[in-house]
């Protein structure tokens, strides 16, 4: 299959994502002035942001807060989200056509606020990019396809009042179909959540979905 011709995928690694290097003081080690040493940014990082999570209607929300431009003014931030294997070591940060996933950020004064929404069968995806045989990679890109097809069907009519039978028969096999998938995700999946500073990586939570 051609399926994930235009897609991106970037792997990071655990321990290199969340023990990043900190930037270093420029000054010399017996220097009484502080001011031009650079400021620890895990430490801020960690101190400034919270990471909260619910899981709705098969898609995954994400929400971060955070005050680290008020600590770090000039700081050029992005927020990136890894798919992994609950306890794997490394992750998959999927962009590409219509599975990048696009934040909504929202800053009020030094408070930001950021969402991130996406589908649960984004673990088919990371899971195919980490599978070595072709029938692994053929059942995960098929999953995924499905996925996307059944969920797209669900999403159109779970809020419709006045559904026709044919309507409700698809509602209804759609939602088992998409529950099957379902199960097979919840329990193995973990998701890593992360806030890019000036292109490093800072870890700010992991979530097991």
């Known amino acids: 299959m051609h399926f994930f011709a235009s897609i991106f995928i ?12 900190d930037y270093e003081g420029q000054g010399s080690s017996d220097s009484k002035d502080k001011q031009d040493e650079k400021p620890d940014i895990a430490t801020i990082v960690n101190s400034c942001s919270s ?13 971060i807060d955070h005050t680290i431009l008020s600590k770090l003014p000039n700081a050029q931030l992005t927020y990136v989200v890894g798919h992994a294997e609950r306890g794997s070591s490394t992750c998959q940060v999927i962009s590409g056509g219509n599975y990048t996933i696009i934040p909504t950020v929202t800053t009020t004064g030094n408070r930001t606020s950021v969402k991130i929404k996406f589908p649960f069968y984004y673990y088919f995806m990371a899971k195919r990019a980490e599978a070595t045989s072709y029938v ?3 059942y995960y890109s098929n999953a995924t396809v499905d996925c996307e097809m059944y969920l797209a069907s669900y999403m159109a009519l779970k809020d419709k009042s006045n559904m026709s039978a044919s309507e409700r028969d698809l509602y209804n096999a759609v939602k088992r179909y998409l529950n099957d998938y379902q199960n097979e995700v919840r329990g193995s999946y973990t998701v890593w959540v992360y806030i890019s500073i000036d292109g490093k990586n800072y870890l700010v939570k992991s979530i097991n979905i």
């Not at 970037?10 to 290097?21: E, I, N, P, T, Y």
């Open 136 to 138: 692994d990679k053929e």
């Open 51 to 63: 990471c909260s999570s619910s899981y709705v209607d098969y898609h995954v929300n994400i929400t």
């Open 10 to 21: 970037v792997v990071l690694s655990l321990c290199a994502a969340s023990c990043v290097d």
